[in-house]
């Protein structure tokens, strides 16, 4: 599909929330469309994306002014419902006519979403992301979209800039949230057990890498020993480029779907309580391969190049 065909009719583009994903998202944008209207509150995430030819704008209202579809990737899903309806929030703009949502803010706040945007009669694409920060650069990110269809059909062919794939998982916006959230508390349990097994096997005096060559020609493969463990933590650069908070935040918001809907989850609840420790225990900042440190320290050993007992 050709950029022109990408955005059927739409005059205007717009993006707000240029961190770790939301910035190359939007670069894949300005490239596919040759226009976007972007805010951030963080002035210095404006600047790469208005180098690139972008719009830099001083409010979600003054996105929506310029834009008639309006994405949005921020990182704290209760800062939603004011970045649409506050003050200087999306609905005051005079052009928007869809938002889609990349973030991950889960399924009680898309419904709340889902309220106002209906009642503003403004289309909703519940469009939460998976493939991270090199995914998204790559143009490679899994979709899980819910949408009317109506909406789907004007807004879905926008997401070909950044997606390799896309799943559309229901019509109803939230439907793509819960499984987002369902899909990273897998993840984080991933992450988890990885992180245990290699300590034990690092302990027991195993080269890290070999074990994970191992599992990985084996069933215990996973996404984080095949691809968190060997490109981040055992180079010690801790560098995934999604933070530990926000996996906390999405193990969070999946347990307490769960808690809502009266499901029992024993494994997950283990998970929930190990990432609430990395959220307590770790910076803002710390990266999500970081909970690899959190079981160094108990085991008393160092996964990575270094491979030995640290006592
Ligand atoms: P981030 O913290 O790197 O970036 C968030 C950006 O939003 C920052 O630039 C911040 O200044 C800006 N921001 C915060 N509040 C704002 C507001 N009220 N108005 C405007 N801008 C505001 O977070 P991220 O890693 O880019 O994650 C964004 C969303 O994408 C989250 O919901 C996250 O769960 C989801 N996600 C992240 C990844 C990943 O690998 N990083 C992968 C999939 C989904």
């Known amino acids: 599909m050709s950029p022109a065909d990408a955005s059927p009719g739409f005059t205007g583009l717009g993006f707000i929330g240029l961190g770790a994903m939301g910035a190359p998202i939007a670069r894949r944008l300005l490239a596919a469309h040759g ?17 690139a030819g972008a719009v830099a704008c001083g409010s979600p209202a003054e996105v929506a002014d310029a834009a008639e579809v309006v994405f949005v990737s921020l990182p704290d899903p209760e800062a939603m419902p004011a970045v649409l309806d506050g003050p200087d929030g999306l609905l005051r703009g005079r052009a928007i006519r869809h938002l889609v949502d990349v973030s991950t803010t889960g399924p009680a706040v898309a419904a709340r979403l889902r309220e106002i945007l209906d009642a503003a009669k403004v289309g909703y694409l519940d469009a939460p992301v998976s493939g991270g920060p090199t995914g998204a650069a790559e143009g490679r990110l899994t979709v899980m979209a819910a949408a009317r269809p109506e909406v789907f059909a004007e807004t879905g062919p926008l997401l070909e800039a950044f997606a390799g794939q896309v799943v559309l998982v229901g019509d109803e916006p939230g439907q793509g949230q819960l499984v987002k959230v369902l899909n990273n508390l897998m993840s984080a349990s991933a ?30 493969r996973n996404t984080a020993s095949a691809d968190k463990f060997p490109r981040c933590v055992l180079p010690r650069t801790f560098d995934y480029g999604f933070r530990g908070q926000l996996m906390t935040k999405d193990v969070t918001l999946a347990l307490s779907e769960a808690a809502r809907q009266q499901v029992p989850m024993m494994v997950g609840g283990t998970v929930g309580q190990l990432w609430t420790l990395v959220g307590a225990e770790q910076d803002a900042d710390a990266d999500c391969t970081e909970i690899a440190k959190l079981v160094e320290g108990w085991a008393g050993v160092t996964i990575g190049q270094a491979g030995a007992h640290d006592r």
């Open 191 to 220: 992450l988890a057990i990885t992180a245990e097994a290699l300590a034990l096997a690092v302990k027991a005096g195993l080269d890290p890498g070999r074990f994970l060559d191992a599992v990985n020609a084996g069933s215990g």
């Open 35 to 51: 226009q976007l209207a972007v805010f951030d509150t963080r002035a210095e995430a404006m600047r790469p994306l208005t180098e």
